[in-house]
Antibody
Framework: QMQMLESGPGLVKPSETLSLTCTVS??????????WAWIRQPPGKGLEWIGR???????DYHPSLMSRLTISRETSKNQFSLKLRSVTDADTAVYYC???????????????WGRGTVVTVSS | DIQMTQSPSSLSASVGDRVTITCRAS??????VSWYQQKPGKAPNLLIY???NLEGGVPSRFRGSGSGTDFTLTISSLQPEDFATYYC?????????FGPGTTVDLK
């Protein structure tokens, strides 16, 4: 069964780096056609797409986060990761990892999600 | 940037009701729209992709329609497990902007 699980510190100090890892099971992140993404949800608010990494390793980032963001992958561990630098309290959110669907129209939709991890930015 | 709006922001309905949620894009996005359901404390669940395609395992009472700038999610007969927040999301550009959500609660 395909599963995704986020892990990382639940508390990060302002100006430091938020680092999260998504561990994928049941499917290889090398499998052709899929994008692997990070999406977040501030408390009581809506969803914000952060960025994605393609199975080939190329990345796309939200322009508002691009200067602070790195998404990478470690295929040997079937994991992909997020690093967000210089965080502020505006980065407090539930962070989800997700996998896109396949295909021309499906690749922009996310049919498989992790359960999410709460990250609080506070001193 | 493409902006996504949803209406209404919330609605109250009863089991068995037909429910319609509207999503509008600020520019033509063809059929690059998905719909998600989210329950409190849970990850979103994909219902519809490419405007009208039902995701596998999703009940057929959910239907998506529309193209261009105006899209609709219809629940034909609301079930107890359908009380949740619903989000549309565009994928015409690589911002993948979500709408602000529509909360469906019990009348």
């Amino acid at each position: 069964q395909m599963q995704m699980l986020e892990s990382g510190p639940g508390l990060v100090k302002p100006s430091e780096t938020l680092s999260l890892t998504c561990t994928v099971s049941g499917v290889s992140i090398d499998t052709g056609g899929y994008y692997w993404a990070w999406i977040r949800q501030p408390p009581g608010k809506g969803l914000e797409w952060i960025g994605r990494i393609f199975y080939r390793g190329t990345t796309d980032y939200h322009p508002s986060l691009m200067s602070r963001l790195t998404i990478s992958r470690e295929t040997s561990k079937n994991q992909f990761s997020l690093k967000l630098r210089s965080v502020t309290d505006a980065d407090t959110a539930v962070y989800y990892c997700a996998r896109s669907n396949e295909g021309y129209y499906g690749s922009g939709s996310y049919g498989l999600w992790g359960r999410g991890t709460v990250v609080t930015v506070s001193s | 940037d493409i902006q996504m709006t949803q209406s209404p922001s919330s609605l109250s309905a009863s089991v068995g009701d037909r429910v319609t949620i509207t999503c509008r894009a600020s520019q033509d996005i063809s059929i690059y729209v998905s719909w998600y359901q989210q329950k409190p404390g849970k990850a979103p669940n994909l219902l519809i992709y490419a405007a009208s395609n039902l995701e596998g395992g999703v009940p057929s009472r959910f239907r998506g329609s529309g193209s261009g700038t105006d899209f609709t999610l219809t629940i034909s007969s609301l079930q107890p497990e359908d009380f949740a927040t619903y989000y549309c999301q565009e994928s015409r550009d690589t911002l993948f902007t979500f709408g602000p959500g529509t909360t469906v609660d019990l009348k």
